[in-house]
Structures are given as structure tokens and as C-alpha cells.
């Protein structure tokens, strides 16, 4: 791979479409030959380690491993993403905060676990206020669905009645779960998802919960900013346990060893 000059980019703040600048800058290109990324400490100050490359399960999994996950937007080439800090939750340092506890003892949601992937994807995908924008392009939820269907892939729906009305998914590897976005339909929705996640994660014995980006509502639940190093320090470890491949649904599969 090489690191092109003057690559013609759309330059944006992860997570923040309605932010979009314009700039050049030196960035890796991926060669379509292999599956290879760059070293991460290569990341512009951004984030931004290299453009290309495509949504392949394969290329997916590499990235992930190595802590790097796609964002982009419809106008922009592929674009391959490392934060530094890196938003981290510790399972055993989650905190619920005291208003969505009181939701939560009013049982006003029910729970459920890959019963509607393809659901809440397309639900995250919705544009978010006045902007018409989404990141969550029909070739990202494609290859979030081949996840999906790998049993790697995994959704946490929430719903008042028959209705589906928040939820979230991510990719969980080993002991580690990236998490990737989250919708709401009915006040703290989302919230009680990522409750109800975290709480199952920690009695599986998950170490690590990759949230991406700082934002004040993960910092509430106990969320924190770390140094590349450190995640990535956290991530191999918590890549060395077995998977749990396999739909969620009915349960949290038993660990395995299983080759990616």
C-alpha cells in the first residue's frame, strides 16, 4: 500500500455528518489486491488511517482486529477510521444512571437480541434531524447483514407493546463488542438498550466495549476516553478469548474456539 499525496478527500469529524470540511492531504490508499491496513499509529491526528479497499467480510474482520472500523458518506471514498483517544467501557465499571433506572423498574420495554437486525440497521440508518445525510450507506448495511448472518453481527432491540421502538447493534469479537449506532423512537429507548447489552456482556464475562467516539451520554454510563495504546493493549486480549459465534437470540452461544 502506499500513502498517495494530495488525495482529493471529504475530511469529516467521525459520528458528525452535518461537520464536513474539504482539505487535501497525504493518506494511505488500500491496494484492491490484498487485505492489508497500515499500522494505526500511522492515523492522521483525526483518526483517519487510509481510503479504499471495500466492505468485505474479511476486510472487515482485519480491520476490527486491529481497531479500525469504516465511516464515510455517500460523496466520499471509503474512508477507514482510528480514533486517539478511543471512547472505552469497561463492563465491570458501567453505571446506570438514576433516571433510566427508574424507567427501567417500571418495566415500560421489553429486550431482545437478534430478533430484528435488519430492523434496527435500517432504523439507524434514518436521517437524524433536519439533515437528510446518513452514514449508513446500503453497502455498509449489506456488509453489517454478512456479518449478521456469520453470527458475528448482533442487534439488541427494544420495545414497548409489539413495537419496536430503539435498539442498537455492533460486531462482537472474542471478549470485545464494538458498538456501531443506536435509534430511538420513545425517550430513553436507546438508553435502555445499551443498558440491557452492557448488563448481559458483564455477566458473559466481556471485558471490553468499544464506543468510538466521546459523547456525554456514554461518559454518564461510565464510558471513558483512553490512548490508542492502551485500547489496543485491551483489545489483544480480550481477542484471545473464544467467540461467541452464533445468533443471540435465545441466548448468548457457549465460547468456542473458532477461526474467524
Known amino acids: ?37 497500515p499500522d494505526p499509529c500511522d492515523a492522521e491526528p483525526d483518526g483517519l488511517l487510509a481510503v479504499g479497499g471495500d466492505l468485505s467480510v474479511h476486510r472487515l474482520l482485519s480491520a476490527y482486529c486491529i481497531g ?5 458518506q455517500e460523496e466520499s471514498p471509503l474512508l477507514w ?4 483517544p478511543r471512547c472505552i467501557l469497561l463492563p465491570e465499571e458501567f453505571h446506570l444512571p438514576r433516571s433510566l433506572a427508574r424507567t427501567l423498574k417500571r418495566n415500560v420495554f421489553t429486550f431482545s437480541f437478534d430478533r430484528a437486525f435488519s430492523d434496527v440497521i ?19 448495511i449489506e456488509a453489517y447483514t454478512n456479518l ?18 430503539g435498539g442498537l447493534y455492533g460486531v462482537s469479537l472474542g471478549s470485545a463488542f464494538f458498538g456501531e449506532s443506536m435509534f ?8 435502555a438498550a445499551f443498558a440491557h447489552l452492557v448488563l448481559t456482556l458483564r455477566t458473559e464475562g466481556f471485558t471490553l466495549i468499544d464506543c468510538q467516539q466521546v459523547t456525554h451520554n456514554l461518559l454518564r454510563f461510565g464510558a471513558k476516553p483512553v490512548p490508542r495504546d492502551e485500547f489496543m493493549d485491551r483489545l489483544d486480549r480480550a481477542l484471545m478469548a473464544p467467540l461467541r459465534r452464533g445468533s443471540w437470540e435465545h441466548g448468548l452461544p457457549a465460547a468456542h474456539l473458532s477461526y474467524i
Open 1 to 37: 500500500m502506499t500513502k498517495s499525496q494530495g488525495i482529493f478527500i471529504w475530511s469529516t469529524l467521525p459520528f458528525h455528518p452535518a461537520v464536513v470540511t474539504i482539505c487535501t492531504m497525504p493518506v494511505y490508499r488500500l491496494p484492491d489486491s490484498k487485505i492489508a491496513f
Open 68 to 72: 479500525v472500523f469504516p465511516w464515510y
Open 81 to 84: 477510521w482510528t480514533p486517539d
Open 122 to 140: 435500517s432504523s439507524c440508518a434514518e436521517p437524524r434531524g433536519d439533515s437528510d445525510d446518513t452514514w449508513l450507506l446500503p453497502e455498509m
Open 148 to 165: 449478521h448472518k456469520l453470527g458475528l453481527a448482533h442487534s439488541v432491540e427494544t420495545w414497548q407493546g409489539s413495537a419496536l421502538v
Open 184 to 191: 430511538f423512537r420513545r425517550p430513553d429507548a436507546s438508553k
